[in-house]
């Protein structure tokens, strides 16, 4: 499903921020970031990669911030595309990195459980708890 080189830049990816990736359940990947329309380009792009056996080259990623009230929230978030295809195929899960901050070289420490995205989800109060037992190591 990934190139190898998806694992391996996924240091890059992060720059300087907590960082780690999980074997994620595609239906939790998608309570987090929601599924707002996607662009039927990229969907078809990413279909057409995974029909003809090209394996996907960037890991899909989920970036959380602490808002004001402290809690960690969803605040980007890149992979629906090649979720969807996975998903489509009866790919149960996929690896995510989760980034720890919305800047880039600032450390935050990685709270007890995340939130979803505050407006683009079906319910922003779904959390997950960390740390998560599907750690990969990259």
Same mark, same amino acid.
């Given at each position: 499903?990934?190139?190898?080189?998806? #694992?391996?830049?996924? &240091?890059? =990816?992060?720059? %300087?921020?907590?960082? +780690?990736?999980?074997? +994620?359940? +595609? !239906?939790?990947?998608? !309570?987090?970031? %929601?599924?707002?329309?996607?662009?039927?380009?990229?969907? &078809?792009?990413?279909?057409?990669?995974?029909?003809? %056996?090209?394996? #996907?080259?960037? +890991?899909?990623?989920?970036? $959380?911030?602490?808002?004001?009230?402290?809690? &960690?929230?969803?605040?980007?978030?890149? %992979?629906?595309?090649?979720?969807?295809?996975?998903?489509?195929?009866?790919?149960?899960?996929?690896?995510? $990195?989760?980034?720890?901050?919305?800047?880039?070289?600032?450390?935050?420490?990685?709270?007890?459980? =995340?939130?979803?995205?505050?407006? $683009?989800?079906?319910?922003?109060?779904?959390? $997950?708890?960390?740390?998560?037992?599907?750690?990969?190591?990259?």
């Amino acid at each position: 499903m990934f190139s190898k080189r998806a #694992f391996t830049d996924a &240091a890059s =990816i992060a720059a %300087g921020r907590n960082w +780690l990736i999980a074997d +994620l359940p +595609l !239906s939790v990947f998608f !309570s987090l970031v %929601g599924t707002i329309s996607v662009d039927m380009y990229y969907r &078809a792009t990413a279909q057409e990669l995974f029909d003809a %056996g090209t394996p #996907f080259s960037r +890991l899909p990623f989920i970036v $959380i911030h602490t808002n004001s009230s402290g809690d &960690a929230v969803v605040c980007w978030a890149d %992979g629906r595309h090649r979720g969807r295809v996975l998903e489509l195929a009866g790919h149960e899960n996929m690896p995510v $990195i989760f980034l720890m901050g919305s800047r880039k070289g600032v450390k935050q420490e990685w709270p007890q459980k =995340i939130y979803a995205h505050p407006t $683009i989800t079906k319910d922003p109060d779904f959390t $997950i708890p960390l740390p998560n037992p599907l750690t990969l190591d990259p």
